[in-house]
């Protein structure tokens, strides 16, 4: 089934968004104080421990209906909006990266056998999972530029063998499922084939957690090695050497996945300081009825309602069943600036405690600073979009 067939009247997405924001104001917000979220993530037993409170709600993995399907990305967005409103939410839920992304492509690509062995799991939220595939840029490897894939995928007989190092990879500490990008063909074919895997495994090498700016996810973000990993043919995605083609199922639709959740955490961030602002006095008069502090908040107003309504645009393309691959591009780049400038603003207004953790505003703009970099940097989709501009104009002629 396609993410557009039997979607939900938009009613009860609503009353789902609904419910999910109720569940984040009231059980996950206090989480924010608690001692078990690390500088790497929240561990693993407060993880589980929030789950277990959307699971008794019913609301765990709630962008997944019980018999497997999607919502659609238009109703997608409601929920992840909501779910947002607290940095901890989309991991309470079920619906942070990277899980929320291999979720959609195991859903879309791997067979019965696979579904059953690594998707049942994740969807359960009984697991976490990595993506390998940015690779240490001291190396050459690959980032932004997939092209410099250096990790080799090699057959030995049936199996095959893994040789390689990769970097920044979300959530790899304490993750049981793997899913991995390797060359398998000549340098410079382009060929790589993706391979999913359990964890853990001794010749998968944790080799550290890089502190980075941001700090919501579980398992931090670590520099693998990989030594001789061994993998029978049941390890393969989809076909060999199509691994790129696949990312792109799972790519286009998480840019927008990650809009969506800041764009919550924007929200909460926004009202903070406008309550702020409204009840702080200076110079005879509320902060807000200044106009220097009164614009700021008018242009989060702005730039909030522009987002969502990007973010829906890229999302009503998806449920038609177009690639939108240049639209998530557009999306992701416009929703990250506009976002990271309304969190911005939000510290500004608020000054001094605007920058220190006795609210959650200075968490959110961290991890909106990192948010133009994560899936793709905001000056690579421009470079992507003006190579379609220049395509589009010599083939008009």
């Not at 209906?65 to 919502?71: E, I, Y």
Request: glycine share 10%; charged share 25%; net charge negative.
């Amino acid at each position: 089934m396609s993410d557009g067939e039997g979607v939900e009247p938009h009613a009860a997405a609503d009353a789902l968004a609904d419910r999910v924001r109720a569940f984040i104001d009231e059980i996950i917000v206090p989480y924010e104080r608690d001692p078990r979220w690390g500088t790497h993530g929240p561990d693993d037993a407060l993880v589980q421990e929030m789950r277990d409170h959307a699971r008794s709600r019913g609301l765990l993995t709630p962008n997944v209906r019980p018999d497997g399907t999607h919502l659609s990305h238009r109703d997608t967005a409601k929920v992840l909006r909501a779910a947002g409103h607290s940095p901890l939410g989309p991991v309470a839920l079920n619906v942070a990266a990277p899980d929320e992304g291999n979720i959609y492509l195991l859903s879309h690509i791997a067979t019965d056998a696979q579904r059953a062995r690594y998707l049942a799991p994740l969807i359960e939220g009984r697991t976490r999972s990595a993506f390998f595939m940015t690779e240490p840029a001291a190396e050459d490897g690959a980032g932004s530029d997939p092209s410099l894939l250096k990790t080799t995928a090699v057959r030995d007989g049936e199996d095959w063998i893994i040789r390689g190092r990769k970097a920044f990879i979300t959530g790899a500490d304490g993750a049981e499922i793997g899913l991995l990008i390797a060359a398998t063909g000549a340098p410079g074919s382009h060929a790589a084939t993706m391979f999913v895997f359990d964890m853990p495994d001794p010749a998968v090498v944790i080799e550290r957690s890089v502190r980075t700016i941001d700090g919501c996810l579980p398992g931090g973000h670590c520099i693998v090695r990989f030594d001789d990993l061994r993998l029978g043919a049941d390890a393969v995605l989809g076909e060999v050497d199509l691994a790129y083609r696949y990312a792109q199922v799972r790519l286009g639709p998480a840019r927008l996945t990650h809009c969506m959740r800041w764009r919550g955490a924007c929200t909460r961030a926004n009202d903070i300081a406008a309550r702020y602002a409204v009840s702080r006095r200076a110079f005879g008069k509320p902060l807000i009825d200044h106009e220097g502090v009164g614009f700021m908040l008018a242009d989060n107003a702005i730039a909030l309602r522009q987002a969502e309504l990007m973010i829906d645009w890229c999302a009503g393309l998806l449920d038609a069943g177009e690639p939108a691959g240049l639209e998530s591009s557009m999306t992701k780049v416009a929703v990250s600036e506009a976002l990271f400038q309304v969190a911005d603003r939000c510290v500004q207004i608020m000054g001094g405690l605007g920058v220190s953790e006795e609210t959650v505003v200075e968490q959110v703009f961290r991890e909106l600073r990192a948010f133009r970099i994560y899936d793709g940097p905001t000056e690579v989709h421009k470079w992507s979009i003006a190579k379609t501009i220049k395509r589009s104009l010599a083939s008009a002629g």
